[in-house]
């Protein structure tokens, strides 16, 4: 099949064989409070708040609520449990109040701190070679803790029959890996009637891509906060507008590498391993590797501007004419829509928006090759975080300069994509449409001024 479609199924092909390797299998996040065997038996996932009330009911901070009225037809055993997330699982999940969120409603929403959520703060999201010494000392140490303290609130569902509960089987992931995984599970190709659609999935070639990638960003920059206690901490964006090679790709700051790709292990990510590691191994049994079996993982890989047909990073002029397109989305929104800002901007369209070919987001994850090049594992990699907090910022400089809303997202028959679709695997349930509104709704803001322009790259 010629043409971007044909090299999508090409890059793809061998990555989705081996994930098809667990069809069987689940991997996702759930709260630790909501795995037990009365939990799953009774579909309620209410946890005891402080005040020894599900969902802090007593305490004014939520309550339980009943989805079933809400629900839609049960999910057959041969299509994705994922569609009808999370109430496949929990039919009776926390609602709650103000500014309180969390699984259990013991957590503030975006931008709130406090007992009482009442606190509103604002963060700066700024360029990581514009951090001090400190600071980005600060950063590597945090993400190191991130990689090897185990999740307190969210353990790793691992199963050979996901529609079976009897088998479920749950590990301690840490939070980075919670992170990772999370991602790893929304690649998932989609099941519908025991078949697998290999290049369908929650989080990409869809209006969902830019909200998914921004709550989940929010979702580590939170939890980080959380373990640190440090309510200021934000996660850094990586300008790669106009680079000639990865400037950031150094021992000082993201990793050199060596000739295999191998980070070097002067990196402040040399330790790091990817989980889960679906790729050269062979799995006859009817589990997926998993997280307690380490040496079934392979370290972070890594080879910037080797892939012949992405050489170069998007230029400013193709930021410059991604903004341009004025329309969110466009049928058949997927990775075919022309005149779509969403697909310029995840790149399967060109910045002029008619010319199907990798470009912006895409061609960041092929230029750097290795593990970011692999999709499915690709947030096994820092650099991710830092590629998807530019994504971010161009989108939201697109909300911004279209004054867009909620009401902006576009009805559409794609799974898992429609407005009011909740994004996986996230608790609580937060609607596709619920982040095309302003970074400051969520507690940040972003550097305009930067360190980069044209004129000083081109210098």
Same mark, same amino acid.
């Given at each position: 099949?010629?043409?971007? $479609?044909?090299?999508?199924? #090409?890059?793809?092909?061998?990555?989705?064989?081996?994930?098809?390797?667990? +069809?069987?299998a689940?991997?996702?996040?759930?709260?630790?409070?909501?795995?037990?065997?009365?939990?799953?038996?009774?579909?309620? /996932? /209410?946890?005891?708040?402080?005040?020894?009330?599900?969902?802090?009911?007593?305490? !004014?901070?939520?309550?339980?609520?009943?989805?079933?009225?809400?629900r839609?037809?049960?999910?057959?055993?041969?299509?994705?449990?994922?569609?009808?997330?999370?109430?496949?699982?929990?039919?009776?999940?926390?609602?709650? *109040?103000?500014?309180?969120?969390?699984?259990?409603?013991?957590? /503030?929403? *975006?931008?709130?701190f !406090?007992?009482?959520?009442?606190?509103?703060?604002?963060?700066?999201?700024?360029?990581?070679?514009?951090?001090?010494?400190?600071?980005?000392?600060?950063?590597?140490?945090? %993400?190191?803790?991130?990689?090897?303290?185990?999740?307190?609130?969210?353990v790793? %569902?691992i199963?050979?029959?996901?529609?079976?509960?009897?088998?479920? $089987?749950?590990?301690d992931?840490? &939070?980075?890996?919670?992170?990772?995984?999370?991602?790893?599970?929304?690649?998932?190709?989609? &099941?519908?009637?025991?078949?697998?659609?290999l290049?369908?999935?929650?989080?990409?070639?869809?209006p969902?891509?830019?909200?998914?990638h921004?709550?989940?960003? %929010?979702?580590?920059?939170?939890?980080?906060?959380?373990?640190?206690?440090?309510?200021?901490?934000?996660?850094?964006?990586?300008?790669?507008?106009?680079?000639?090679?990865?400037?950031?790709? #150094?021992?000082?700051?993201?990793?050199?590498?060596?000739?295999?790709?191998i +980070?070097?292990?002067?990196?402040?990510?040399?330790?790091w391993?990817?989980v889960?590691?679906?790729?050269?191994?062979?799995?006859?049994?009817?589990? /997926?590797p998993?997280?307690? #079996?380490?040496?079934?993982?392979?370290?972070?890989h890594?080879?910037?501007?080797?892939?012949?047909?992405? %050489?170069?990073?998007?230029? @400013?002029?193709?930021?410059?004419?991604?903004?341009? +397109?004025?329309?969110?989305?466009?049928?058949?929104?997927?990775?075919?829509?022309?005149?779509?800002?969403?697909?310029?901007?995840?790149?399967?369209?060109?910045p002029?928006?008619?010319?199907?070919? $990798?470009?912006?987001?895409?061609?960041? *994850?092929?230029?750097?090759?290795?593990?970011?090049?692999?999709?499915?594992i690709?947030?096994?990699?820092?650099?991710?975080? &830092?590629?998807?907090?530019?994504?971010?910022?161009?989108f939201?400089?697109?909300?911004?300069?279209?004054?867009?809303?909620?009401?902006?997202?576009p009805?559409?028959?794609? &799974? !898992?994509?429609?407005?009011?679709?909740?994004?996986?695997? @996230?608790?609580?349930?937060?609607q596709?449409?619920?982040?095309?509104?302003?970074?400051?709704?969520?507690?940040?803001?972003?550097?305009? !001024?930067?360190?980069?322009?044209?004129? #000083?790259?081109?210098?």
């Amino acid at each position: 099949m010629p043409g971007l $479609r044909g090299q999508f199924y #090409t890059d793809m092909l061998g990555i989705c064989i081996v994930l098809m390797i667990c +069809l069987s299998a689940v991997h996702s996040q759930f709260p630790r409070a909501c795995t037990t065997e009365a939990a799953f038996r009774t579909k309620t /996932c /209410c946890p005891l708040w402080k005040d020894n009330s599900p969902c802090g009911s007593l305490s !004014g901070r939520g309550r339980c609520r009943d989805w079933t009225p809400l629900r839609r037809n049960k999910i057959p055993q041969v299509n994705d449990d994922r569609l009808d997330w999370p109430r496949f699982y929990y039919e009776n999940t926390c609602e709650c *109040h103000g500014n309180y969120s969390g699984f259990d409603c013991g957590d /503030c929403k *975006h931008g709130y701190f !406090g007992d009482k959520c009442d606190r509103k703060k604002m963060i700066i999201r700024r360029e990581i070679r514009e951090l001090s010494f400190l600071e980005k000392k600060r950063l590597f140490s945090y %993400l190191a803790l991130a990689k090897t303290t185990k999740s307190k609130d969210f353990v790793v %569902l691992i199963t050979g029959d996901r529609h079976h509960r009897e088998t479920y $089987r749950f590990i301690d992931a840490s &939070l980075y890996d919670v992170f990772a995984w999370m991602h790893y599970y929304a690649m998932k190709p989609i &099941l519908i009637n025991n078949t697998f659609d290999l290049i369908k999935n929650f989080a990409h070639q869809g209006p969902s891509f830019p909200g998914w990638h921004r709550l989940a960003i %929010l979702f580590l920059e939170r939890q980080i906060q959380l373990m640190t206690g440090d309510e200021d901490f934000s996660i850094p964006y990586y300008d790669w507008r106009g680079e000639k090679n990865c400037s950031i790709c #150094t021992d000082d700051l993201l990793g050199n590498n060596n000739a295999q790709g191998i +980070l070097t292990p002067y990196s402040h990510f040399s330790f790091w391993k990817v989980v889960p590691m679906t790729l050269g191994f062979n799995y006859p049994d009817a589990y /997926c590797p998993t997280a307690d #079996t380490e040496y079934k993982m392979e370290r972070l890989h890594r080879k910037p501007g080797t892939t012949p047909y992405a %050489l170069n990073m998007p230029t @400013f002029l193709d930021v410059e004419n991604t903004l341009k +397109l004025k329309e969110f989305d466009t049928p058949p929104f997927n990775e075919t829509s022309l005149l779509s800002f969403r697909n310029a901007l995840e790149g399967f369209l060109a910045p002029d928006g008619v010319t199907l070919k $990798r470009s912006m987001h895409n061609l960041i *994850h092929i230029y750097l090759g290795g593990t970011m090049s692999q999709i499915p594992i690709s947030s096994n990699d820092p650099i991710f975080i &830092l590629h998807h907090s530019y994504v971010d910022k161009i989108f939201e400089q697109w909300i911004a300069k279209y004054n867009a809303s909620p009401s902006t997202y576009p009805e559409n028959n794609e &799974l !898992g994509q429609s407005p009011t679709d909740c994004i996986i695997p @996230f608790f609580p349930c937060y609607q596709n449409k619920d982040f095309i509104r302003k970074s400051t709704e969520f507690g940040y803001l972003w550097n305009y !001024g930067g360190v980069r322009t044209a004129k #000083t790259q081109s210098s």
